[in-house]
């Protein structure tokens, strides 16, 4: 079974630019999170899809950050303006899903690599 | 609130020895999951061993388990006989199980094991 799939691996932009992730979750994984983690922290979900819905953004910032899954399978999460504290591993992952249980199950989230993002 | 504590930000444990990484947890659910999570510094985060709350007995998978104590709302990991591949970030997270839309999992701190040869 192929894994969670993300690019780039790495990004160095400039402030005040625009930098957009890719992720291709599990095949039949109906469910997508999106996570910032700084350095020394925990992740943090910014947003979770169910198929193609949203589930929880109440942790994106909304006036920089957006995030779409068309067709319920591939999604994207862009920055723009980037600010310095964006500065981050970005991680996506994915789980089965079942209607409303999602993550709440005993279905562990299947995380992909990482996207790396410094801003300079 | 709901709430995920690590209290040990850095442990080093001889190689083939074994070493306990603690988590404690604050509920007032009675229906919730405990997942461990490895973190090397490539950055992938591996999903390592789950515990629902209503488990009569302690998890286990290869050379993990998880010491759960349900009373003391601990969930601690056990790594027995530690390899060189075993260094890395350990976090503890739970997900509530009867939560509504409410459905994020809570993380812990990490805890950075490092193992020695």
């Known amino acids: 079974e192929a894994g969670v799939a993300q690019s780039p691996r790495y990004k160095i932009i400039e402030k005040r630019q625009s930098v957009a992730f890719w992720c291709n979750p599990i095949s039949g994984h109906a469910t997508l999170y999106w996570y910032q983690q700084i350095l020394g922290q925990g992740p943090k979900l910014l947003i979770q899809?169910?198929?193609?819905?949203?589930?929880?953004d109440s942790q994106l910032p909304k006036d920089r950050f957006s995030a779409e899954r068309l067709k319920g399978v591939d999604s994207t999460l862009k920055i723009q303006p980037a600010k310095l504290e964006d500065s981050a591993v970005y991680l996506c992952?994915?789980?089965?899903?079942?209607?409303?249980?999602?993550?709440?199950?005993?279905?562990?989230?299947?995380f992909g690599d990482g996207t790396r993002l410094s801003i300079l | 609130a709901q709430k995920i504590t690590q209290t040990q930000p850095g442990m080093f444990v001889q190689e083939k020895e074994a070493v306990t990484l603690d988590c404690t947890y604050d509920t007032s659910d009675q229906s919730y999951g405990l997942f461990w999570y490895k973190q090397p510094s490539s950055g992938e985060m591996i999903f390592l061993i789950y515990?629902?709350?209503?488990d009569e007995q302690n998890a286990t998978e290869g050379r993990y388990s998880l010491n759960f104590q349900k009373a003391r709302k601990s969930a601690n990991l056990v790594i027995s006989a530690s390899q060189l591949g075993d260094s890395a970030m350990y976090f503890c997270?739970?997900?509530?199980?009867?939560?509504?839309?409410?459905?994020?999992?809570?993380w812990g701190l990490g805890t950075s094991l490092a193992v020695n040869p």
């Open positions: 515990q629902g709350s209503y």
């Open positions: 997270a739970m997900a509530r199980h009867n939560a509504g839309n409410n459905r994020k999992l809570i």
């Open positions: 992952a994915s789980s089965p899903g079942d209607g409303h249980r999602g993550v709440y199950s005993n279905q562990p989230q299947h």
């Open positions: 899809f169910q198929n193609n819905g949203v589930v929880d």
